[in-house]
């Protein structure tokens, strides 16, 4: 597989479920991110890892708490969310943190939360 | 705070030529970025400007004034699958991309 994949592609879950998301790179970039998707809404970065060090965390409720084993896996676990955490989770790479580094997205997880 | 501001939605001729416009209020300027996004699919990048000026790619050209706050993105010879949403992201002086909410844009024949 080449590009950035995510893992599940939809997931439905109940607020006191635990879950965890799964991003996998196959770019070689040193950086990775997760994004929320909100519909009519900008995208709100979430976290940022650079060398699996993370450097971002954008005032992320506890609920969410991420993990980077390596420069090329990154995690999203999940543990007693709300309703309104149902959203479009987007994992992206790139080559490093600054000026030109384009950003690849994968494809997403689909989140419902009942 | 930081604000992307673009227009919710616009709809063009196939054919056509249709200017997305995109301004700006960030915390510091490290270059702006243009990503198109299908309907259930993941953002891919389309350019990148951080000079003053035109970038041409194709059908697609991106402008950029740093003194105004403002960009577009310039899309001729409009096909069908040129219906998506477009979107704004300025790199701010910590190096995080600021997001637009996005310019939808439908494609008629």
Same mark, same amino acid.
């Given at each position: 597989? +080449?590009?950035?994949?995510? +893992? ?16 996998? *790179? ?20 979430? !976290?940022?890892?650079? =060398?699996?060090? *993370? +450097? ?5 409720? $506890?609920? !969410? ?6 420069? $090329? ?12 955490? $149902? ?5 992206? $790479? ?8 384009? *950003?690849? =997205? ?9 | 705070?930081? %604000?992307? @501001? ?6 063009? #001729?196939?054919?056509?030529?249709? &200017?997305? %416009?995109?301004?700006? &209020? #960030?915390?510091? /300027?490290?270059?702006? /970025? ?10 891919? /990048?389309?350019?990148? %400007?951080?000079? @003053? ?9 991106? /402008? ?27 790199? @701010? ?9 996005? #310019? ?6």
């Amino acid at each position: 597989e +080449t590009g950035v994949t995510q +893992t599940p592609r939809h997931l439905v879950m109940g607020m006191t479920n635990k879950k965890s998301l799964k991003c996998e *790179q196959h770019l070689g970039h040193n950086a990775m991110y997760w994004y929320k998707q909100s519909a009519k809404k900008p995208l709100e970065l979430m !976290f940022v890892y650079n =060398f699996k060090e *993370q +450097t971002e965390n954008n005032s992320v409720p $506890s609920r !969410f708490s991420p993990e980077c084993p390596n420069s $090329s896996h990154l995690f999203l676990h999940l543990h007693t969310l709300q309703p309104e955490d $149902s959203a479009l989770y987007l994992c992206a $790479s790139s080559p490093g943190l600054a000026g030109y580094n384009e *950003q690849f =997205f994968g494809p997403g997880t689909r989140l419902t939360v009942l | 705070g930081q %604000n992307i @501001d673009q227009p919710t939605e616009m709809t063009a #001729t196939e054919g056509a030529i249709v &200017q997305i %416009n995109c301004t700006y &209020q #960030t915390s510091g /300027f490290n270059g702006l /970025f243009w990503y198109q996004q299908h309907a259930g699919e993941a953002p891919t /990048f389309l350019s990148y %400007n951080v000079l @003053d000026g035109l970038e041409e790619k194709g059908r697609f050209s991106s /402008f950029l004034s740093r003194s105004k706050g403002y960009s577009y993105l310039l899309l001729k010879e409009l096909q069908m699958k040129d219906s998506a949403s477009y979107l704004c992201a300025v790199m @701010d002086s910590n190096y995080q991309l600021i997001w637009g909410a996005g #310019t939808k844009l439908i494609i008629k024949p």
